[in-house]
């Protein structure tokens, strides 16, 4: 079984920035593409960012310029650097990584942008 652990989430102002983390474990092999998705309270689910294994990456319009997803295959992590957030930012985010056989979802990491 693959397990996807996040961290980094959490309070931070309008402007500020947040680092989330994602560590894989429990695969020999690397995902073939991870992705960060979010959801407010009433909204859908939302494809944030995403990389495949060989690094090209892809974002949602509202986060182009702001955010940045990056991965280490050789310690099975994935990143977002959110930078210049907003309060519309406010959202459960969750990492997601295709493996062989599956997708496989993190618990969720919440974060909050408030004054």
């Known amino acids: 079984q693959v397990h996807l652990v996040e961290s980094g989430g959490g309070l931070v102002q309008p402007g500020g920035s947040l680092r989330l983390s994602c560590t894989a474990s429990?695969?020999?092999?690397?995902?073939?593409?991870m992705a960060w998705y979010r959801q407010a309270p009433g909204k859908e689910r939302e494809r944030v960012a995403g990389?495949?294994?060989?690094?090209?990456?892809t974002y949602t319009d509202s986060v182009k310029g702001r955010f940045t997803i990056a991965r280490d295959n050789a310690k099975n992590t994935v990143s977002l650097q959110m930078n210049s957030l907003k309060p519309e930012d406010t959202a459960v985010y969750y990492c997601?990584?295709?493996?062989?056989?599956?997708?496989?979802w993190g618990q969720g990491t919440q974060v909050t942008v408030s004054s």
């Open positions: 990389i495949t294994s060989g690094g090209t990456t």
């Open positions: 997601n990584g295709l493996y062989i056989n599956n997708y496989v």
């Open positions: 429990g695969s020999i092999f690397s995902a073939f593409t």
